[in-house]
T-cell receptor, first 111, second 113 residues
Framework: EDKVVQSPLSLVVHEGDTVTLNCSYE??????LLWYKQEKKAPTFLFML????IEKKSGRLSSILDKKELFSILNITATQTGDSAIYLC???????????FGTGTSLTVIP | DAGITQSPRHKVTETGTPVTLRCHQT?????MYWYRQDPGHGLRLIHY???????DKGEVSDGYSVSRSKTEDFLLTLESATSSQTSVYFC????????????FGEGSRLTVL
């Protein structure tokens, strides 16, 4: 059975801290891994990863994929209260037309 | 902004009644999806469409049907709503397989009493 597991389930940090969110997967015929940020409403896209070892970066956020060990991490440096959200990981398989989502990591950043 | 509109955004209904949620797009994306999001389960695929009148089931399709009679509209119908279908429903779009991310609508919160 295809599955995506995120850890931790929730995290509370202080502003300025650095956090690492984890996503491991068991998906047949992997195509890509995506990270989303979800505040109150719709998930918004952060990164798409298809190749191992190549870091994607956007401001204070970065992400990397390890296709051998079947996981990805999302790093957020110098966290701000605006980073408080649920972070979702999704994996797309080559077969079918589906994304498999993890349950998300809830991040709370305290001033 | 992928031009996605979901309606209604909030609905309260009673067990046994039919409910239809609508997803409307203005970007001519080929692929449209319906997900439900529940605590502890994340986003789970209900049905998706890969073109007009072309649909397929996802992992949690029981109790749901869909229709896509034109490119811009994808309807999700709960034929006889049950309390277990209380959830937040998200529509998502994609231009083509392998082409990048899903774009999500704002969600429709459904409560079945």
């Amino acid at each position: 059975e295809d599955k995506v597991v995120q850890s931790p389930l929730s995290l509370v940090v202080h502003e300025g801290d650095t956090v690492t969110l984890n996503c491991s997967y068991e998906v047949t015929n992997f195509r890509s891994l995506l990270w989303y940020k979800q505040e109150k409403k719709a998930p918004t896209f952060l990164f798409m990863l298809t190749s191992s070892g190549i870091e994607k970066k956007s401001g204070r956020l970065s992400s990397i994929l390890d296709k051998k060990e079947l996981f990805s991490i999302l790093n957020i440096t110098a966290t701000q209260t605006g980073d408080s959200a649920i972070y979702l990981c999704a994996v797309e398989a080559n077969t079918g037309n589906q994304f498999y989502f993890g349950t998300g990591t809830s991040l709370t950043v305290i001033p | 902004d992928a031009g996605i509109t979901q309606s209604p955004r909030h609905k309260v209904t009673e067990t046994g009644t039919p409910v239809t949620l609508r997803c409307h797009q203005t970007e001519n994306h080929r692929y449209m999806y319906w997900y439900r999001q529940d605590p502890g389960h994340g986003l789970r695929l209900i049905h998706y469409s890969y073109g007009v009148k072309d649909t397929d089931k996802g992992e949690v399709s029981d109790g749901y049907s869909v229709s896509r009679s034109k490119t811009e509209d994808f309807l999700l119908t709960l034929e006889s709503a049950t309390s277990s279908q209380t959830s937040v429903y998200f529509c998502a779009l994609r231009d083509r397989v392998g082409a990048g991310e899903l774009f999500f609508g704002e969600g429709s919160r459904l409560t079945v009493l």
